[in-house]
Structures are given as structure tokens and as C-alpha cells.
């Protein structure tokens, strides 16, 4: 087979690569190691920001997320004692919406069902060659155990944190940025009806909490664990009373229920650079990861793949250096999300060895955030999506 566009990874980054290149009149085949209910059965983050929203809005692949997913037009602060609404509409005219990713997933590969798109998921054997001759090409083996071998003109990974394609950039010409944190997320998901209409960032000298929303029925919720916690050790009441401990000190109080899923979230911040080696590009995940605390992951990718889409589009004219200069656009969002996910999570969560003056400077810091009109809306501006 030959294409345009051979796409390693039909996650977010790669289904969405698919289906605006397709737009374009520009082809494409999409492979993944993992079936369709594998992923639709990962639940990961909760927010778009505004532009994700409109990309999958007018770009045709979802109404839903504005049907089923819910407006926040803010976030509450909760530190010292008390809340502290960050009016994102009141300060940067924004909002974002709720609207889970494995949704976010389901309409993507329901528009490429839809739209006649070539996706296979479930495959196994996955290689890359070619990178830099003029015949690259993506090998693998179908679900039936069929061999394939796919040439196309440019290849894309966009197959996650966890990329075989970013391993393809030769150790002296990559720089890879890694930042380790000594804490986890401990996410659950329970059927209750919501404790707020909005998402609670709860610092406490216990740890950080952040309290989500799923349904009128169905709750999110994480807190700041060790990295090593076993998620056996920790029955329904326990993890309540952990939880309403940390938000309870700042005045708020859960509505609990059970629990139906316990998942321990590790916590890194890792950046590839350059994010082109020849023919092949990296999106999303594969070339960069974010702690969750800024919600930043999902729309970084999804970032990703709008410059992409636009430059791959000039690079198949011609453009010798569209392929560049998409990698010079994506890394400067990149790199602002890096830094924007890096301070909310050093800001709200506890180190292991934190002093109680680290934890009263956190709380000045956050004080300082809350009555400064420059600082809510540095971090409305932030966590609402920054323009492209
Ligand atoms: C959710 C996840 C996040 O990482 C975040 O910052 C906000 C919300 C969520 O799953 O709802």
C-alpha cells in the first residue's frame, strides 16, 4: 500500500492528524498497538481548553462536547483555610468544558468510521524505515495476523508516551528533558452526584486534591500520593476519609458513593527535541509529557496536530521547511505548557520533606495569585489555552 501520510498512534494525536489531513485531500493510514476498546476504556483528563473545543466543533468532528460536556467557566482555589474563584470569564472572556477524552476519543474514531478512514487498531510489530531516503515506510501486523508494509511520504508518531518513533531519532541529533516528581495522583472514579459545579484545586499540609466532575451521576477525583502506593491498600472508606481530610480543611465537604475505579497516575515532565528527524515528525504524547495538574496534556496534543496539519499540508506542495517550522510552532506551546504545568503543580502539592515554611510560602503564593488581578488571569489566560 502507499499514502500520504503514514501515522503511528490513533489516539487523540493521530486520529485528529487523520482527519483534518483528510480535509485537505491528503491521505492517510493510522495504526495502533492497542484495540479500540482498550482505549475508549482508559480514562485520562477531563478538560478542553476553548480552541480544542472549537477544533473538534468546527472541524466537524464532535457536537456532542458542547451537548454532553458542561461549561466551567472557572475553577476554585482552595488553600488556608478557604475557596478562591479564578473567573476565567471575567478575566480573559474564556471558558473551558468538562468532556472526558475517552469521548473525545469515541467521536474521533467515530468520524473516521463516518468518513471512510483507513485505521487499524489492534495491530502488533510495529517498525518505521527509511526516515531520511525518499521511500519511508510503516511496517506491522494487522489484528488477523496479516504482514503489511505501508509507504507513504511522511511518517507521523504520534503513538505516545510510551513512542517507538521518538527512539528512531539518532541519539546525537535528539536532546531529550526530563523533570521527576516525588509524588503520584491517586484518581478515582465513584457514583455520586457532583460536590461542585466546578473543579476544587485543594492544597492542604495533607497534600493537593482536585475534585472533577463526570456526569450528574458519576464523580472524578485524584489525590497526591507516593508514587509506590498500592491501590489495594486502600478500601472505599479510607479513600473518603483522605479526601474530605484534605478538602474538608479548606471548608469544602464530598458527596460520596462508591467507588468503581482506583488508579495510581504517575507524574512526569519529559520533552523531546527537535521534534523532526527527515521524514518523520513527532505529536502529542510521543514527544512530550506534562504532569496532569494544568490539564495541559490532551490539548497540547491536540495543538500539535492543528500546526501539523497545516504545515504538512505546505510541506506536500513543496515547502521545504514547512516540516521545520511546524516543530519550531509546536515547541514554543510546548514549552510554555511545560512551565505552566510544572508551577501549578510545584504550587499546590506537598514535597515529602516539606517544611512548614515550604508549605506557608505555598500558601502566600497562592494568596498573592488570588488578590492580584495580574496573577488570576496569568493563570486564567493559562488554563483556558493560550491563542495559536
Ligand atoms: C481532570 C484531570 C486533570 O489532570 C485536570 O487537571 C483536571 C481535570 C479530570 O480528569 O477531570
Not at 523531546?272 to 509529557?289: C, I
Request: hydrophobic content about 40%; aromatic content about 8%.
Amino acid at each position: 500500500t502507499t499514502t500520504d501520510v503514514a501515522i503511528v498512534g490513533a489516539g487523540p494525536a493521530g486520529l485528529m492528524l487523520a482527519h483534518l489531513l483528510q480535509r485537505a485531500g491528503i491521505d492517510s493510514v493510522a495504526i495502533d498497538l492497542r484495540g479500540r476498546e482498550e482505549i475508549e476504556n482508559t480514562h485520562r483528563a477531563g478538560i478542553l481548553e476553548q480552541d480544542s473545543v472549537r477544533l473538534l466543533v468546527e472541524s466537524g468532528v464532535s457536537e456532542r462536547v458542547l451537548r454532553d460536556g458542561y461549561r466551567h467557566a472557572g475553577i476554585d482555589l482552595a488553600f488556608g483555610g478557604g475557596g478562591h474563584r479564578i473567573d476565567f470569564e471575567a478575566l480573559v472572556g474564556a471558558s473551558v468544558q468538562l468532556y472526558p477524552q475517552t469521548d473525545v476519543f469515541i467521536d474521533l474514531a467515530d468520524a473516521r468510521e463516518r468518513d471512510g478512514g483507513d485505521v487499524r487498531f489492534g495491530v502488533s510489530e510495529v517498525s518505521v524505515a527509511d526516515l531520511t531516503g525518499d521511500r519511508p515506510s510503516m511496517r506491522f501486523t494487522d489484528a488477523d495476523g496479516v504482514r503489511h508494509e505501508v509507504a507513504a511520504r511522511i511518517l507521523v508518531g504520534a503513538d505516545g508516551s510510551r513512542s517507538i518513533c521518538r527512539h528512531e531519532f539518532p541519539e546525537s541529533l535528539r536532546r531529550q528533558f526530563f523533570r521527576e516528581y516525588p509524588f503520584a495522583w491517586f484518581g478515582i472514579l465513584c457514583e455520586a452526584p457532583p460536590s461542585s459545579e466546578e473543579l476544587i484545586y485543594s492544597h492542604s499540609e495533607r497534600g493537593f486534591a482536585l475534585i472533577s466532575q463526570r456526569t450528574e451521576t458519576l464523580q472524578r477525583m485524584y489525590f497526591q500520593c507516593d508514587p509506590a502506593e498500592d491501590v489495594t491498600a486502600w478500601s472505599d472508606e479510607r479513600i473518603w476519609e483522605e479526601l474530605q481530610a484534605r478538602v474538608g480543611a479548606n471548608g469544602y465537604a464530598l458527596k460520596e458513593g462508591p467507588i468503581t475505579s482506583k488508579v495510581v497516575l504517575p507524574f512526569r515532565s519529559f520533552v523531546q527535541e527537535p521534534m523532526r528527524h527527515g521524514n518523520l515528525v513527532l505529536a502529542g504524547d510521543a514527544a512530550h509529557t506534562v504532569p496532569p495538574t494544568g490539564a495541559k496534556g490532551l490539548n497540547l496534543a491536540l495543538a500539535d496536530v492543528r500546526v501539523l496539519a497545516e504545515e504538512l499540508e505546505l510541506h506536500l506542495r513543496g515547502d521545504e521547511v514547512a516540516l521545520d517550522r511546524y516543530a519550531e510552532r509546536a515547541l514554543q506551546r510546548v514549552w510554555k505548557a511545560q512551565h505552566f504545568s510544572y508551577w501549578m503543580t510545584t504550587m499546590l502539592h506537598r514535597l515529602p520533606e516539606a517544611s512548614d515554611f515550604d508549605v506557608r510560602r505555598q500558601v502566600g503564593e497562592l494568596t498573592s495569585l488570588v488578590t492580584s488581578a495580574a496573577g488570576s488571569t496569568y493563570l486564567a489566560e493559562g488554563y483556558t489555552g493560550w491563542p495559536s
